[in-house]
């Protein structure tokens, strides 16, 4: 008894070990996963707003520039000089003042002469003179290093005093006579309050903060407002106990682009940083540790409990089991053994099915239902099915030979399924992956029978692909019949082997019926065969009566076949899956189209249109303004990657309402890529060599509450749905 009891304690203890070291495992590929997760949205968020940023400048230095000829004009008559002052800022929303500032002594009559022109907080412009002593205007940054330069300069950010009385940045030139003499300088003001807008808009995790520096090291924006317009030098000193700012400083202020990690107040955090090649800026995105691997400690921390749970059940188990075994003679104890542990095994079993039925009941464009009875204890055959992206993926199996070994090769296909198709939308491929894990080293030579689909909800095209499982039948009103496939070889039979695709349209009502050769070889006591004459007459029956439910259809096979057997033992499993699409849509209550070229340029206009759709349909302005976000993310990477370079190319986009949503279908004929799919990213790529797709999907996926891709006769569609009620 003492033995048994130390077997017993050596066991647990080995489990225990096994089990740490799988969490050890799982937690240390969990963590570089989500580390990358993190590293593409900071790097995608900082993209974003380096675009954002450089079309302001580039605005800003279009307005000046445009303006150079008529302000050279008005050095004659100095009188107009205010003009163009005021034109600038009325013609250019993000320019918030303007000046012609005069080289001191150029006009005789007047040594100093600068008009100035801002826009104030209820948009009316007013107008005054920087020519004042306080002011002293000549010895400005913003006037000095242009003349010095003789060429655009962006000054550092300052506090306007005496003129906008804001803080600001400016961009001047300097503006030369009819002879070629430096006369005058010309400006643009930017205020820098929508620098902080834009990073509070970060939306990577819910605590990170945006850090924006100049090129001498001034902090432009930050979490902390009281640290704004000091030295990143000065405040280094303020943080000297904190870890990692120094390398931090030295990167940025170096123009370099990366990632590094520092401690802050004694909390770790991660930096992702880039510069302003433009304007010699550098922008971070600090994100705190916490938030990025919060939830994975929380889960962390849940196994390690469910594993102590899972422990301490094992060890109550083995010491009852050892403790009530010597009541029992060997026989029986064998025997029972045997039994508890196939019926354990079939409880394994059957609880990797799904068997709650509705799966989907607040959906009303779907019912599925599906069954499962072993020929014995445990046996071969699999189902499954989940919806992601607003797809319907599902599949069903017939692994070869029955018992505890075909149990355990339905396991792990099943197992295989689900984590295959979390990444792969296209079955053909789903297939592949599965086959060449199967058949690395299938010493047992076991092989499974398989039918994998794809059924876009949204649409009812469904893709499919088929490793020599019996074809599945559609019933509905235009017919019952069987699903054209091609046979393929099963999954685990032969490595590299490439399965086909295949697609249909499932019209509204109709029900695809899954099986598995249980159902039509069947045996009776004469060892006569239920056979495909008899499915396909049950078929065309319910057919004939409109009877089109899943659970009906499955339940009528069911009785049918035991009509059939009668006494006999049942030969095979028996596994049936029916899925009815039962979408019709409804009357649309709004229809609006744009067409755009794949030219960033054109993005303001894709922001006025997803507003008034959003408006049109009674969102907020804050949903508005994150749905709209979304849709900048998705059209601005089709207008990045989906066409070669250099190549025009048209993007559309259908804003459709009716009662319960609001959907925008992005529609081009680019290269085909489905985002949905999760790539693998080489995150050592830059993110303008990166294939679209994997930096924004995340950050669309929170924002809208469906998303779905589809490839359509040489066309990308991807459709973003936000529900209305």
């Known amino acids: 008894m003492k033995i048994n009891h130390f077997k017993a304690l050596m066991l647990v203890l080995v489990a225990a070990l ?87 002594g150029y006009l005789k009559d007047k040594p100093l002469l600068a008009p100035y022109v801002y826009r104030k907080e209820d948009g009316s412009m007013q107008r005054l003179s920087l020519a004042t002593e306080q002011y002293d205007y000549p010895s400005q940054e913003w006037f000095t290093r242009p ?113 590094m990690e520092v401690k802050y107040q004694g909390v770790t955090c991660h930096v992702f940083y880039t510069p302003m090649e433009h304007t010699g800026w550098a922008m971070a995105i600090v994100i705190p540790d916490s938030d990025i691997y919060g939830a994975l400690r929380k889960v962390g921390l849940i196994v390690k409990l469910l594993q102590l749970l899972g422990l301490a059940m094992l ?104 984590t295959v198709s979390a990444h792969e939308a296209a079955p053909n491929r789903i297939l592949t992956r599965l086959n060449d894990v199967l058949s690395n080293e299938n010493e047992s030579n076991m092989f499974v029978t398989m039918f994998v689909g794809v059924l876009d909800l949204p649409t009812g095209r469904m893709h499919y692909s088929n490793a020599g499982h019996d074809a599945p039948l559609l019933i509905g009103n235009t017919g019952a019949g069987m699903l054209p496939v091609d046979p393929n070889l099963p999954v685990g039979v032969m490595p590299d082997w490439k399965f086909s695709r295949q697609e249909t349209q499932i019209d509204p009502d109709t029900t695809i019926f899954l099986y598995t050769d249980g159902l039509n070889e069947a045996e009776n006591t004469n060892h006569g065969q239920f056979e495909m004459h008899r499915v396909m007459e049950l078929a065309r029956k319910l057919q004939t009566e409109h009877r089109f439910e899943a659970t009906f259809i499955v339940k009528q096979m069911t009785d049918a076949v035991h009509r059939f057997v009668g006494d006999a033992e049942q030969s095979d499993d028996l596994t049936m899956l029916a899925i009815q699409y039962t979408r019709h849509h409804e009357d649309l209550t709004y229809q609006r189209s744009l067409t755009l070229t794949n030219d960033l340029k054109r993005i303001p ?121």
């Not at 034109?87 to 303007?98: F, H, K, T, Y």
């Open 18 to 104: 096994t089990l740490e070291a799988t969490s050890l495992t799982q937690y240390f590929f969990s963590q570089n996963v989500i580390k990358e997760e993190a590293s593409l949205r900071a790097e995608e968020q900082l993209e974003v707003a380096r675009n954002r940023i450089l079309d302001v400048t580039n605005q800003t230095e279009a307005a000046v520039r445009n303006s150079m000829w008529i302000a050279q004009w008005c050095l004659n008559v100095p009188d107009s000089l205010v003009r163009v002052c005021e034109r600038i800022v009325q013609d250019n929303p993000v320019v918030v003042g303007s000046t012609i500032a005069l080289v001191p």
């Open 147 to 259: 003349i010095e330069l003789g060429e655009g300069y962006w000054s550092e950010p300052y506090v306007d005093e005496g003129g906008g009385e804001i803080l600001m940045i400016t961009y001047s030139i300097p503006i030369r006579d009819e002879n070629g003499r430096v006369a005058a300088v010309l400006t643009s003001d930017i205020a820098l309050d929508w620098l902080t807008e834009l990073t509070s808009s970060f939306k990577v995790y819910p605590q990170a903060a945006g850090i924006i520096l100049s090129r001498s090291g001034r902090i432009m924006v930050s979490p902390s407002p009281d640290v704004i317009m000091r030295s990143i030098y000065d405040f280094n000193t303020v943080l000297k106990d904190n870890e990692g700012f120094d390398a931090l400083n030295q990167a940025m202020m170096g123009g370099e682009s990366g990632n």
């Open 315 to 418: 060890a109550f188990m083995l010491f009852s089991f050892i403790r009530n075994q010597f009541k029992y003679n060997e026989l029986e104890l064998t025997r029972e053994r045997i039994e508890n542990e196939l019926h354990i095994a079939r409880a394994i079993q059957m609880s990797m099915v799904p068997k709650v039925f509705p799966p989907y009941p607040n959906r009303d464009d779907l019912d599925v239902y599906g069954q499962l009875t072993p020929a014995k204890e445990v046996g071969g055959d699999l189902f499954d099915f989940y919806i992601r992206d607003e797809k319907l993926f599902f599949c069903i199996g017939d692994v070869s030979g029955k018992g505890i070994p075909a149990s355990l090769y339905m396991v792990v296909t099943k197992a295989l399924f689900r």
């Open 605 to 725: 206009r894709l922001n006025t249109f997803v507003e008034e759709a959003c408006e049109s349909n009674g969102l907020d302005m804050a949903t508005t303004a994150q749905v709209n976000l979304a849709l900048e993310e998705a059209v601005v990477n089709v207008m990045n990657y989906a066409y070669p370079k250099n190549k025009t190319g048209n993007i559309t986009i259908e804003a459709k309402a009716n009662k319960s949503e609001l959907s925008f279908v992005i529609n081009d004929t680019g290269t085909p890529f489905d985002p949905t799919a999760k790539p693998e990213v080489d995150i050592t790529l830059s993110a303008e060599d990166r294939s679209i797709g994997g930096l924004g999907i995340h950050l669309i996926r929170q924002i809208m509450d469906h998303i779905n891709y589809e490839r359509v006769d040489g066309h990308n569609i991807l459709t973003l749905i936000k529900n209305l009620a």
